[in-house]
């Protein structure tokens, strides 16, 4: 277990830190963000990726469905909540009262390590869109499922259990005999069966979005996720441009993806 997993702060530090170096800068590319911009970030977690955009005076939203999570949010970036620059919610966006305040509303729309915790993400990226304001583009970066640790074993507690690769592709019956024979809790197992549950393939997601009428604006292919400098202590490196257009290959070898699509 590392420490960002039980010291919220640590959290909110390293997903600032990230957003700065990397999340903002990949959006930036295709989509001005000054103060006219108003941003939306579902899964928002303790807050730390919207702080960058704070900085450069964006409105920003942030919405999830851990209570916990959100009031740290609003606790640490209490700052900007008190001048009303930034809210944070405990909501769900498929909530009429939600999508009649907010439809058409959002110029950048930011999933940031969630879209592989969602079920049914072909009717939920086409739901984001209907945040979209004429123009707006939705960033998603999220780990592809056959990557060594798409599964997020590196959350288990045991030694083995959280540095072994790749296992998580195993039947789903099987993977969970395995994390329990290495003695993870039910609650940990639940949480990781979920993720098998909800897992997502580079070429899933990229027929989900133009299934949504949605386009590919950007993308970028990673070979070590620049999260992994705190996970593992390793460099980020983008992955080969031409491993991203070998279908299945590509899936093993690439442990993170970064896109911005837009209507
Ligand atoms: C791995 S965390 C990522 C947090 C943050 N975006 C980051 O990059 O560190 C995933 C977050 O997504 C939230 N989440 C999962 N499904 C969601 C949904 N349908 N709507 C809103 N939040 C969701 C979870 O509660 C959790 O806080």
């Not at 970030?41 to 959100?70: N, S």
């Not at 304001?133 to 074993?153: C, E, L, T």
């Amino acid at each position: 277990m590392l420490l960002q997993h039980t010291n919220t702060q640590v959290r909110f530090d390293q997903q600032n830190e990230n957003a700065e170096a990397y999340v903002l800068p990949f959006i930036e590319k295709t989509h001005a963000i000054n103060s006219a911009t108003r941003v939306l970030e579902v899964g928002c977690g303790e807050g730390g990726v919207l702080l960058p955009f704070l900085k450069r005076d964006c409105y920003c939203l942030g919405v999830d469905l851990a209570e916990d999570r959100v009031r740290i949010a609003n606790d640490i970036l209490k700052e900007y909540v008190d001048k009303g620059q930034a809210s944070f919610i405990f909501k769900n966006i498929y909530d009429q009262d939600f999508v009649d305040q907010y439809a058409n509303d959002f110029d950048i729309i930011i999933l940031k390590d969630v879209i592989e915790h969602v079920p049914e993400q072909q009717k939920f990226i086409p739901h984001l869109s209907r945040f979209l304001r004429p123009g707006g583009q939705i960033f998603f970066g999220f780990p592809p499922w056959y990557m060594p640790f798409g599964g997020h074993q590196q959350v288990c507690s045991g030694k083995l259990a959280s540095k072994l690769p790749y296992y998580h592709i195993l039947p789903r019956g099987l993977y969970i005999r395995l994390l329990r024979m290495m003695g993870e809790d039910e609650v940990k197992i639940r949480d990781l069966a979920e993720i098998w549950d909800t897992s997502i393939t580079i070429g899933q997601f990229e027929r989900y979005v133009k299934e949504a009428g949605l386009k590919i604006v950007n993308k970028q292919h990673y070979l070590i996720n620049p999260i992994y400098k705190y996970k593992f202590g390793l460099k980020p490196r983008k992955q080969a441009a031409f491993v991203g257009y070998i279908p299945y290959l590509r899936n093993f070898v690439t442990t993170c993806v970064y896109y911005t699509v837009g209507l």
